[in-house]
């Protein structure tokens, strides 16, 4: 099992940025690959971001490509989520997630899930 922990939420104006904060544990926790999405309501969860430990490779949506950027700590049980020029449109639950798949895009192949986190950008 891996569990994770989200922090860094919060509300801010548009154009200002917030640092999300994911803390896992639990056995293979450091070497799966650690995603982000996002869900705002009535609408799917979408795919933001993810990084992938065994590969090194990043994944971007193109909606949030150039303003967010994920960090991986060396000892791999940490992500964040810096997320800068945020927009109205970025107005979501943040949710970070864990599997072991290398290159996992699509929020049905993560298996484990954050409890998520309210980020609210104002005009």
């Known amino acids: 099992q891996v569990h994770l922990v989200e922090s860094g939420g919060g509300s801010v104006q548009a154009g200002g940025s917030l640092r999300l904060s994911c803390a896992a544990s639990?056995?293979?926790?450091?070497?799966?690959?650690m995603g982000w999405f996002r869900q705002a309501p009535g609408k799917e969860r979408e795919f933001v971001g993810a990084?992938?430990?065994?590969?090194?490779?990043?994944y971007y949506a193109d909606s949030v490509k150039g303003r967010f950027t994920i960090a991986r700590d060396n000892a791999g049980n940490m992500a964040h989520l810096q997320m800068n020029s945020l927009k109205p449109e970025d107005t979501a639950v943040y949710y970070c997630?864990?599997?072991?798949?290398?290159?996992?895009?699509?929020?049905?192949?993560?298996?484990?899930w954050g409890q998520g986190t309210q980020v609210t950008v104002s005009s």
């Open positions: 997630a864990s599997t072991s798949i290398p290159s996992a895009v699509r929020a049905a192949q993560y298996i484990y």
């Open positions: 639990g056995r293979a926790a450091s070497s799966n690959t």
């Open positions: 990084h992938s430990w065994s590969t090194g490779r990043y």
